[in-house]
């Protein structure tokens, strides 16, 4: 099971909800709206990608790699490695 399965749906109402988002980008672009108000939406669909993100990396942090650690081992150093790389990721996009 994985961490986040306990708000499941909560994760799928917010990535319905960008990509309704997303859908209203290509609208606007299809539309030819004023760049400043498509980067302005293309904005708060990447903080809303992140929060979702943020939120998935929490609970991977507090479940996946907290069991681990408590095994210990070299499950325990995997799972800490795997967690840093993708905080990695994040930092970098």
């Known amino acids: 099971m994985h961490g986040y399965s306990g ?7 917010r990535l319905r909800r960008i990509e309704g988002q997303i859908r209203g ?6 539309d030819d709206a004023y760049c ?3 980067l302005t939406q293309v904005s ?4 809303a990608l ?3 993100a943020l939120g998935l990396l929490e609970e991977h ?10 095994t ?3 499950e325990a ?12 990721r994040l930092v970098r996009s």
């Open 7 to 13: 708000d499941k749906q909560a994760y799928l109402t």
């Open 25 to 30: 980008l290509q609208r606007m672009v299809d």
């Open 36 to 38: 400043i108000d498509v």
């Open 44 to 47: 708060a669909a990447t903080r």
């Open 50 to 52: 992140q929060a979702v």
């Open 61 to 70: 942090i507090s479940h996946c790699v907290a069991d681990a650690i408590s």
């Open 72 to 74: 210990g081992g070299p």
């Open 77 to 88: 150093d995997a799972k800490v490695k795997e967690a840093s790389a993708a905080i990695a």
